[in-house]
Nanobody, 119 residues
């Protein structure tokens, strides 16, 4: 079983920054996509950003220009640098690992880390 462990969440003032980390128990090079999602209270989980095996990145319109996804394959870790945070960024942030292999699709989730943006 693959484990994903997020860290780096916390309380930050509007305009501040946080960096989330996701450590994976298996090489992230094995996965087609590594992604971050978030879920605010009373809302559905939503896509934030992803990085593909080839290195291509994609972002939600809500965070593009403020958040940056990156990876360190040697450390099997994916990061989410979050700048210029807004109160509406408050949510539990989840790391996701997705692979497609021989017609099967497999994905794994972390337990989440809370991000609260408030003055």
């Amino acid at each position: 079983q693959v484990q994903l462990v997020e860290s780096g969440g916390g309380l930050v003032q509007p305009g501040g920054s946080l960096r989330l980390s996701c450590v994976v128990s298996r090489s992230i090079a094995d996965f087609n996509i590594m992604a971050w999602y978030r879920q605010a209270p009373g809302k559905q989980r939503e896509f934030v950003a992803h990085i593909q095996k080839e290195g291509y990145t994609s972002y939600s319109d809500l965070v593009r220009g403020r958040f940056t996804i990156a990876r360190d394959v040697a450390k099997s870790t994916v990061y989410l640098q979050m700048d210029t945070l807004k109160p509406e960024d408050t949510a539990v942030y989840y790391c996701n690992a997705y692979m497609s292999m021989m017609g099967d699709e497999i994905e794994y989730w972390g337990q989440g880390t809370q991000v609260t943006v408030s003055s």
